[in-house]
Every structure is written in C-alpha cells, then in structure tokens.
C-alpha cells in the first residue's frame, strides 16, 4: 500500500497507473508553493469530480489545525494537478458554504472516514475546488 512520498514518487513515474486507485477510491496530486519557503510540495489526497473539477478535503484526519497544503494554497492558489497522465495547472478555492454540503457528501460517499474526522475537531474542515485555468 502506498502512502506519503512513495506514493507520490510511483504516482508520477507510472502517470497514475499505480497509485490512482488507492483504498477503493481515487487519487490525485496536488502541488503546492510553499508559502515561506516558496518551493513546491507535492500531496496525494483522495478526490472526486464535480461538474468536471477534482474537489478534494483539507481534513488531516480530523486534526486541530489544517494542512500545510491548505495553507500553501490560501496564500497562493495557483496550484498543478495531476489525475492520472494528465498534469494541468488550477486555481484552488475553498468551497462557498451553499456548495459545500453537497460537495462533502459527495466526498464522504468515497471516503467515509471523513465523517468522522470532523467529530475529532471543533475547526470546520474545508472542501476544495480545483479549477483548471
């Protein structure tokens, strides 16, 4: 099983082929600039479709604060994509809260841990919307 840097090293030498399918779901990465040190961050995180957008959640398994990559991505949301073989460059954005219950049922019904994740926090963990620009 995949996890971490290996993921992300196989992800990438395979385009996808391993590491795509993870766990009975899917798997993008995501890259990030690092909002202090201005180098780029690459994160496997579980994803899903919406209207053709990858969405995915910034839940750190229900930890206190969120992700480093959430972070990068507030203070710069150009972020790179890539599902698969396809690599594309995104705006991210943290999704409205008319979006959201839709978008987190639609993530919760492919990982349903992360129901469960938000009972472990009192923060509101954020569902994000990448935008291919």
């Keep these: 099983m995949l996890f971490g840097q290996e993921h992300v090293q196989r992800y990438q030498a395979t385009d996808g082929a391993e ?9 993008l990465l995501l890259t990030t600039t690092g909002r202090r040190s201005g180098k780029p961050y690459t994160t496997p995180l579980i994803y899903q479709l919406d209207d053709g957008a990858p969405v995915v959640v910034a839940s750190k398994g229900g930890d206190p604060a969120h992700p480093d990559w959430y ?19 995104a705006r991210a954005r943290t999704a ?5 219950p839709a978008l987190w049922k ?22 994000v919307v990448l935008e291919r620009v």
């Design 19 to 27: 590491g795509h399918d993870w766990q009975g779901t899917t798997v």
């Design 71 to 89: 972070h990068n991505l507030q203070d710069n949301p150009e972020v790179q994509v890539q599902i698969r073989g396809d690599k594309f460059t």
């Design 96 to 100: 409205t809260p008319q979006e959201k």
């Design 106 to 127: 639609k993530m919760a019904a492919t990982w349903p841990a992360y129901d469960e994740y938000q009972t472990k926090t009192d923060r509101e963990i954020p569902v």
